[in-house]
Structure formats: structure tokens, C-alpha cells
């Protein structure tokens, strides 16, 4: 069983930055991503990056140029670093895990995150 700890959401005015963490406990998958999938109200939950074990990194369109997503896999844990927030990535940013096995994936979810981004 994955468990995830998510911490370093808050408030930030337009252009600010922020980082959040999520660190991995209980992983014994020796393929997996991890990543970040944000839900804002009334929306859908969309992925906003993830990194896989092998190293490849994939970010949504709308946060490319201004969120980068990294790991230490010694810490097991996942960061994502926001530059250039803007309004509209205000939203619950969740910690997402999935791990990669012959019989199929399993996904696990932190608790979230609130991130607003407002003057």
C-alpha cells in the first residue's frame, strides 16, 4: 500500500511561485509515475504533470514553460515547481501514484492540496 504526503500548497498573487512535494511511503513497484493532477470547482480533475520511473516527464499544455516537475528517488518524493501562477491554476492539486505491474495498475492519491492563486 502507497501512501502519499503532500505538503507546500498556500496562497500566492499572480506571477509568484510555489512548490509543492509529495513524498511516497510503502513503494514497491519498480516501475511507476508519479505526478500531479489539480481539480478546480466545477471542473473536471485534469493532469497537470507526471514523471515516470524511466525518467520521462509529460506536462499538460496549459502549464508547459511554467511548471516543472522533478524527483528524488532517494526521498521518494515528487516535486512541482509553479512559476508564473496565474488565476486560473487556482485548485486542489492532488499527488497521484501508479504503479506498473504485469497484472495491471494501481493508483493511489494523496490527500490534496489547495493552491489559490490570487492578488
Known amino acids: 500500500q502507497v501512501q502519499l504526503v503532500e505538503s507546500g500548497g498556500g496562497l ?12 511516497a ?8 509515475a ?3 493532477h489539480r481539480q478546480a470547482p466545477g471542473k473536471q480533475r485534469e493532469l497537470v504533470a507526471a514523471i515516470w ?7 499538460a499544455d496549459s502549464v508547459k514553460g511554467r511548471f516543472t516537475i ?4 532517494a526521498k521518494n518524493t515528487v516535486y ?4 508564473s501562477l496565474k488565476p486560473e491554476d487556482t485548485a486542489v492539486y492532488y499527488c497521484n501514484f501508479r504503479g506498473y ?19
Open 12 to 23: 500566492v498573487q499572480p506571477g509568484g511561485s510555489l512548490t509543492l512535494s509529495c513524498a
Open 25 to 32: 511511503s510503502g513503494n514497491t513497484f519498480s516501475s511507476y
Open 80 to 83: 512541482l515547481q509553479m512559476n
Open 101 to 119: 505491474e504485469v497484472a495491471g495498475t494501481s493508483d493511489y492519491w494523496g490527500q490534496g492540496t489547495q493552491v489559490t492563486v490570487s492578488s
Open 70 to 73: 522533478s524527483g528524488d528517488r
Open 34 to 36: 508519479m505526478g500531479w
Open 53 to 59: 520511473s524511466s525518467g520521462s516527464r509529460n506536462y
